[in-house]
């Protein structure tokens, strides 16, 4: 970074020097006579169109990644429900008992916590209840498709929240925010004082349609928080699912968990 700024001051003193001094002997020109700010101002617009589209690229392929892995997670979930029918009675109540559980401590806890970019301990209790779970089945041919399952949830829950976090740091947000405000600044300045409505409308849309992709950027960089953002419909999908086979087989039992995902006793 370092580099960066002293090559581009360098560039600035260089530029400036060529200005006074080479200036004169290579153009017939007259001293007053050169670029205006207004031939200046179209190079300034089209460097923030390409930075808000570089960086609206960026903050779309975050949210497609969060999105990604939230039905991948609800996948492997699923396919641990399903898995779950080939193994013991016991074990198979517990796992389809532990996924609906797990699916609702993501649904009611997690989710609304990922909106500030945070995660919460909910679901560990479900996740480490699994492998509790699996540690009985050893040797046994269904205990390699239950981990594979399992580790295949635990790989997306971790990419859903490492998405979860800004991928676009607040600096990079506040710079951009200048170069739009420097931007407008200088074509009101470049606009004539009389008969200018069309271009007062033309620089209002201008302003519109950048503060509108500025806007699209900062919501699109929170995936679960912001307008557009990405829903639990996937998981709730697999809970009601996998509720319904745990009833199945356990007409009068009862889930070990409340609506929220906690343990029965610990709300």
């Known amino acids: ?14 530029g400036l020097a060529a200005n006074r001094f080479l200036r004169p002997r290579l153009l017939s020109e007259d001293d007053g006579s050169g670029m205006a700010v207004k031939d200046l101002v179209g190079p300034l617009l089209t460097l923030t169109i390409l930075l808000l589209a ?4 960026t903050a779309n392929g975050s949210y497609g990644k969060a999105e990604v892995a939230s039905r ?10 399903e898995t779950a029918e080939y193994a013991p009675s016991d074990q198979r109540e517990r796992i389809q008992a532990d996924a609906v559980c797990y699916a609702r ?3 009611m806890r997690e989710w609304p916590a990922m909106a500030d970019g945070n995660g919460s301990a909910a679901p560990n209790v479900w996740s480490t209840d699994f492998r509790h779970t699996f540690r009985p089945l050893q040797g046994k041919p269904v205990f390699g498709m239950l981990i594979a399952a399992d580790n295949k949830r635990s790989d997306e829950r971790e990419e859903r929240l490492t ?12 710079f951009l925010l200048a170069t739009l405000t420097i931007t407008v600044v200088a074509l009101g300045i470049c606009l004539p004082r009389k008969n200018n409505r069309g ?7 201008i302003t519109a349609l950048l503060t509108t992709t500025l806007c ?5 960089d929170r995936p679960f928080g912001g307008i557009v953002n990405v829903r639990p419909t996937a998981l709730a999908e697999v809970e009601r699912q996998a509720t319904r086979d745990f009833h199945v087989h356990n007409t ?3 889930l070990p968990c409340t609506r929220e995902g906690e343990r029965r006793g610990n709300s």
């Not at 991948?72 to 429900?81: H, K, N, S, T």
Request: proline fraction near 2%; glycine fraction near 2%.
């Open 1 to 14: 970074m370092v580099l960066v700024i002293v090559v581009a001051v360098l560039a600035l003193l260089a």
């Open 72 to 81: 991948g997670e609800a996948r492997a979930l699923d396919q641990l429900v």
């Open 199 to 205: 271009q007062m409308i033309t620089l209002a849309v």
């Open 216 to 220: 699209v950027i900062r919501d699109v």
């Open 54 to 57: 570089f960086v609206l690229v």
């Open 252 to 254: 009068a039992a009862e």
């Open 163 to 174: 998405q979860a976090t800004a991928s676009i740091p607040s600096v990079i947000f506040w």
């Open 105 to 107: 401590a993501v649904r």
